[in-house]
């Protein structure tokens, strides 16, 4: 029983294209985990863990938000902790983030949301997407929004991230 109300104290609904820019109409109650130690013990995994968190985007997994009016996680130790991101890719201007970068921060993820977009509709192609092939061992990836003419090479994608494959040799 207790659980299932930290579960609803601390966890947002999924994130949506609705909620990427607003506020959830349902606020987060975090002053629960200093009621006691017992309490932050049993509950800070679920804030950090079940959570989706926006990915920074040229920091990647440093400073995440939960949401975009909330303020990034700062502290290393919980931002270790989170096992879910979300991350609009933007495929018609040059990545602030390289190969190894990605694949340091995002290897192993319980989840991984790739929001892809452009400004101008087939205005590119899917080469930032290649940046993420180094990644691997996530748990569930999935990628949507502008992939028309590529669909093919995003799910491909999709289980490369998904293997734990160091090779890079699926096919």
Known sequence: ????IYRHLLV???LTRN????HSSRLLHTAILAACRQTHAEAVGMLYGENTFL??????????????GYPPVREAAAAARIRRYH????LDCDAAYDR???ARAFAGVDELTLEVWQAA??????GVLTLFEGVRGVGRVRIYGSTTGFEDYVQWLRRVM???DTHGCLA
Do not use: I, K, Y
């Open 87 to 90: 991350m609009r890719v933007r």
């Open 12 to 14: 947002h609904p999924p």
């Open 162 to 164: 998904e293997s734990h």
């Open 121 to 126: 509709f087939l205005g590119a192609d899917h």
């Open 100 to 102: 190894e970068a990605l």
């Open 1 to 4: 029983m207790r659980l299932e």
């Open 55 to 68: 990915a920074h985007q040229t920091m990647l997994t440093s400073f995440p938000r939960l949401r975009v």
């Open 19 to 22: 909620l990427l820019g607003a």
